[in-house]
């Protein structure tokens, strides 16, 4: 069992950059994929970034590739998704999630998820 919790969301203006954090607990994140998603009022959860367990590998949405980077520190047991270039279309729920197999772009795929972490961006 591994428990998940975000941190790092907030206003900002288009154009800021954030950098959310998703620390572990219960088990050691290194056994597991990671992956953020994203979900804005009235809409579905979208991917937004995947990581496999060692960072050696690293998935993005279109919309968020050459603006957002994930990565990880397992000694930390941490995960990070740096936002820069901030719009206000990013505004939602940031959600963590760790998975046992393969990072992947869909969401039931990934076996844990954080309780999410608010990100408004104004314009």
């Known amino acids: 069992q591994v428990q998940l919790v975000e941190s790092g969301g907030g206003l900002v203006q288009a154009g800021d950059s954030l950098r959310l954090s998703c620390a572990a607990s219960?088990?050691?994140?290194?056994?597991?994929?990671m992956g953020w998603f994203r979900q804005a009022p009235g809409k579905e959860r979208e991917f937004v970034a995947a990581?496999?367990?060692?960072?050696?590998?690293?998935y993005y949405a279109d919309s968020m590739k050459g603006r957002f980077t994930i990565s990880r520190d397992n000694a930390e047991n941490t995960g990070y998704l740096q936002m820069n270039s901030l719009r206000p279309e990013d505004t939602a729920v940031y959600y963590c999630?760790?998975?046992?197999?393969?990072?992947?772009?869909?969401?039931?795929?990934?076996?844990?998820w954080g309780q999410g972490t608010q990100v408004t961006v104004s314009s």
């Open positions: 999630a760790a998975s046992v197999s393969n990072p992947t772009y869909y969401s039931g795929t990934y076996d844990y």
């Open positions: 219960g088990r050691t994140l290194s056994r597991y994929a």
């Open positions: 990581i496999s367990w060692n960072g050696g590998s690293t």
